[in-house]
C-alpha cells in the first residue's frame, strides 16, 4: 500500500507538524545569526526532530528568507525541496562495513520525502534489510570528515544532518575534533532518539534541543490538514499512536473501525479454541502485508491496554472510540489486569518478531496459542 502523500510537504517550518515552541527557537537560531555549530536535536520516535531539522536547514540555506519562511523559490530552496543542495549532506545509519551513505543516498531522500516521521525499522525496511544491523561505520565518518574539509560549491554555509549518531557507538570519537573545531560556516545537525548511547563527549560539545512528542491533537489536525483523512478516522489514529505521527499515517491507512472488528474477531477465535478457526485466521493474517499485519497488532496493543483501564478511569478518559467502549467493558469483566499484562508482552514481542521477518504463520500460531492458554488460565 502506498504511504506517498504530498511530496516533500515538510521543508518549511510552516508544513512541520506540531512543536511550535522548538520551531520558533530554531528559526530565531538563524535570525540572530546565533547557530550553535553543533545541534543535538532529541526525541522520542515518530516525532517532528527530522522534519524540524530539515525545515532548518532549508531557512539557514534560503537565499531570501522573510517573515520567518523560507521563500521556496531560490536557488537553495529548490534544491532543498529535492534535498540534492551541494552544501548539504546527510548521514545515516545503513548496512555494510565497507559502504558510506552517499550509496544509498538516492533511497534516503525518497525516504525523508515521504516518511519524515519514521523509524530506523522503517528505514531498514525501505532498504529490504529488515533483518539486517544498521550502524555508521569507520569509513563513513572518515568521509564526513573529508567532505566538510572542503569548499563549499554554491553557498556560505555547509550543512551535515546527522540521522540516529547513537548508531555511530564508538566511531564517534573519530568525529570529535571536526564538530569541536569545525571549519567555518560548518553546521552539524544531530538528529537522535537515544540519546544515552551517544558518546559524552559528543554531547557536550553540541547545543541540545529536546522535541517534545507530538500531541494527539497535533497528530489529528495533521491528518486531517496535511494528510486529508475525515475526522473520525484522524481522532481515532491519533489516539492509538501514541504521539507517533508515522504510527498514526499507518493506521489511518488501514482504518481503525475496520481493526476493531478484526481484534475481536481475533479474540474470540482465540478464545474459542477451535484449531480450525485459529489455522484459517492465521493464514488470512499470512496474505497481509508486512504494513497492515503491524498496524493490526498495534491496534490490538492499544486496545487492550485501554481495556485495563476501564475499571478504573471513567469513559471519557479513555483513549478508545464511544462505539467500541461497550465491548472493552466486556472484555474487561472477563480478563483481568494481570492476564492483560501477559497479552501486551506477547503483543510488544510478536510486533517486534515481525519488524525483523519472522515467518509469519509460525509466529502468530504461536502467538494465538499462548493467547488462549491466558485467555483459558483460572
Ligand atoms: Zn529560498
Not at 555494510?96 to 520525502?113: M, T
Not at 528505514?123 to 568521509?143: F, S
Not at 567532505?147 to 551535515?160: A, D, G, I, R, Y
Not at 514481542?349 to 504461536?366: F, H, P, Q, S
Request: net charge positive.
Amino acid at each position: 500500500m502506498s504511504r506517498t502523500f504530498d511530496s516533500s510537504p515538510h521543508m518549511k517550518f510552516a508544513q512541520t507538524i506540531g512543536s511550535i515552541h522548538t520551531k520558533d527557537a530554531l528559526r530565531s537560531l538563524v535570525d540572530e545569526d546565533n547557530m550553535p555549530h553543533a545541534l543535538l536535536l532529541s526525541g522520542a520516535e515518530g516525532n517532528s526532530k527530522l522534519a524540524l531539522a530539515l525545515a532548518y536547514t532549508t531557512y539557514l540555506m534560503c537565499e531570501n528568507r522573510a517573515d520567518g519562511a523560507s521563500c521556496g523559490s531560490c536557488r537553495s530552496c529548490i534544491k532543498m525541496e529535492k534535498y540534492i543542495h551541494p552544501d548539504v549532506h546527510f548521514s545515516f545509519p545503513f548496512t555494510g562495513a565497507k559502504s558510506v551513505a552517499d550509496e544509498f543516498i538516492k533511497p534516503w531522500r525518497k525516504f525523508i520525502q515521504e516518511k519524515p516521521y519514521a523509524g530506523i525499522s522503517d528505514w531498514m525496511e525501505y532498504l529490504d534489510a529488515p533483518t539486517k544491523q544498521p550502524n555508521i561505520n569507520t569509513k563513513e565518518c572518515k568521509a564526513i570528515i573529508q567532505k566538510l574539509n572542503m569548499q563549499s560549491f554554491e553557498s556560505t554555509n555547509k550543512v551535515l544532518i546527522m540521522w540516529l549518531p547513537e548508531y555511530l557507538r564508538k566511531e564517534g570519537n573519530r568525529l570529535l575534533k571536526i564538530i569541536e573545531e569545525p571549519t567555518p560556516n560548518t553546521y552539524f545537525i544531530l538528529i537522535t532518539e537515544k540519546i544515552s548511547n551517544i558518546l559524552p563527549t559528543i554531547i557536550s560539545r553540541c547545543q541540545l534541543v529536546k522535541v517534545p512528542p507530538l500531541q494527539d491533537k497535533e497528530i489529528k489536525e495533521a491528518l486531517m490538514g496535511q494528510y486529508r483523512f475525515d475526522a473520525s478516522k484522524a481522532q481515532n489514529a491519533a489516539f492509538v499512536a501514541e504521539g507517533n505521527m508515522q504510527k498514526a499515517l499507518d493506521i489511518v491507512q488501514i482504518g481503525g473501525k475496520g481493526l476493531h472488528d478484526e481484534v475481536l474477531v481475533w479474540f474470540r477465535t482465540c478464545y474459542s479454541q477451535k484449531t480450525i478457526d485459529l489455522v484459517n485466521w492465521v493464514d488470512n493474517f499470512d496474505r497481509k502485508s508486512k504494513d497492515e499485519q503491524k498496524s493490526f497488532l498495534m491496534y490490538a496493543l492499544n486496545f487492550f491496554r485501554e481495556i485495563a483501564r476501564v475499571p478504573v478511569l471513567p469513559e471519557k478518559a479513555l483513549r478508545i472510540e464511544e462505539s467500541e467502549i461497550q465491548t472493552a467493558k466486556k472484555i474487561a469483566g472477563i480478563i483481568n489486569f494481570e492476564k492483560i499484562e501477559k497479552l501486551n508482552n506477547i503483543l510488544t514481542d510478536t510486533i517486534y518478531y515481525i519488524e525483523r521477518n519472522a515467518n509469519i504463520k509460525v509466529l502468530m500460531m504461536d502467538t494465538n496459542i499462548a493467547f488462549k492458554n491466558i485467555l483459558r488460565q483460572k
